[in-house]
């Protein structure tokens, strides 16, 4: 049983480029959220997608944006791409209509590293 | 707002000596308590959680946690460490929704065995 598989692993951007990483999830998961990581830094929640719509947000902005696929698969895009995105952009996702518990566990992919030159 | 703290940056453990890794988190109520590890170059994986009932909680790998309200810490813990344990650890708080939560997460521990 394949886990959760993002697309591409490593990319290099320059400022004010456009990014899409994408993110297929843990089969029978229907939630998936993002995760922007820093180098040396936690893991920071970019936004939540369940049934196609975005469920919750963190602290970041419009240039971030989703979207969830009926087969409930996910884009991250980044838009005018800034050094500090450099990051490792992680997708967990989660069996969120397994009730409350079962949809806090996640399970996370290894992420896409992208450096923004 | 949650947040978490994890004091130590760096630890240093012997190869067979036991572990403590602390954790501290605030929060308005109770929430889910997590425990991941990640290797070099890898993803998250899930150690073990707290959702309620017994504040022991077990988990994989020989790793156990200790949710203590009072102290509001949930401490990770491992009697005898092996060098395959060398990684970076992360405490993160859940809020109680009643969906899947985001999850706040410490800027973690790293962890160094010696041989």
Same mark, same amino acid.
């Given at each position: ?117 | 707002?949650?947040?978490? !703290? ?7 453990? *012997?190869? $067979?000596?036991? %572990?403590? @890794?602390?954790?501290? =988190?605030?929060? #308005?109520? !109770? ?7 990640? *290797?070099? $170059?890898?993803? %998250?994986? @899930?150690?073990?959680? =707290?959702?309620? #009932?017994? !504040? ?60």
């Amino acid at each position: 049983d394949a886990g959760v598989t993002q697309s591409p692993t490593h990319l290099i951007k320059t400022r004010g480029q456009q990014v899409t990483l994408r993110c297929s999830p843990k089969s029978g998961h229907d939630t998936v959220s993002w995760y922007q990581q820093a180098l040396g830094q936690g893991p920071q929640f970019i936004f939540q997608y369940y049934e196609e719509e975005e469920r919750q947000r963190g602290n970041f902005p419009d240039r971030f944006s989703g979207h969830q696929f009926p087969n409930y698969s996910s884009e991250l895009n980044v838009n005018a791409l800034l050094l500090g995105d450099s990051a490792l952009y992680l997708c967990a996702s989660s069996p969120g209509g397994r009730g409350e518990t079962g949809a806090n566990v996640l399970t996370f992919g290894a992420g896409s590293r992208l450096t923004v030159l | 707002a949650q947040s978490v !703290t994890q004091p130590d940056i760096h630890i240093t453990v *012997s190869e $067979g000596a036991s %572990l403590e @890794l602390r954790c501290n =988190y605030s929060y #308005g109520a !109770t929430p889910y308590l997590f425990w991941y590890v990640q *290797s070099p $170059g890898q993803g %998250l994986q @899930l150690l073990l959680k =707290y959702f309620s #009932g017994d !504040t022991l909680v077990q988990g994989i790998k020989g790793f156990e946690a200790e949710f203590k309200r009072s102290q509001s810490s949930f401490n990770l813990r491992k009697p005898s460490v092996h060098w395959s344990d060398a990684a970076e650890y992360f405490c993160a708080v859940g809020a109680r929704t009643g969906t899947a939560s985001k999850l706040t997460f410490g800027t973690g521990t790293r962890l160094q065995v010696t041989l």
